[in-house]
């Protein structure tokens, strides 16, 4: 496990961040996001969507569980805060085997069926524009896209 920390200052700089790292990942990556209502969560998973080449707007999937988009690889969005039975089965598998990048908003309501590889982050509120990104990389899969992720300055304000 390994962490990293990116600070922004703006809508905009979490969008440039979140936008690179839809340009590096891969089918069958999981990505997580946790962080308070307004931390940050479904704007920083409508620019990643984006840097995947998602061209339809992503929005919070309130009726359904998991939203499919179509980009560069096929992109399925959860939120998991609505979700009233945390044993419901996700069956997260059969979107990762269909060679898809999964993105859940609130894993902590759905933990014991999180994989065990999978890049988490934490959207933390300092300020009206600003915010602190905590990035946990859960295997070796999940450290090495993180790596590329943060390793390009430009990618950055
Ligand atoms: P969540 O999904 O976590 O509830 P949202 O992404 O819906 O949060 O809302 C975050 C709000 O905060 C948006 O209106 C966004 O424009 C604003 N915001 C202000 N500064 C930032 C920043 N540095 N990073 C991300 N969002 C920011
Ligand atoms: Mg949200």
Redesign the pocket.
Known sequence: MKTWTIQ????E??GKTARFLGTLVQAGDVLTLS?D????????TKYLAEGLGVTKNVNSPTFTIMKEYEGRLPFFHMDAYRLEDSMEEIGLEEYLEAGGVVLI?WPEKIDDQLPDTRLHLT?SYDG????TITVTAYGEKAERRAEEWLADDNAHD
């Open positions: 922004t200052n703006s809508t700089a979490t962080g209502l307004g931390a940050g969560k479904t704007t920083f908003e959207l009206p524009e600003s915010r």
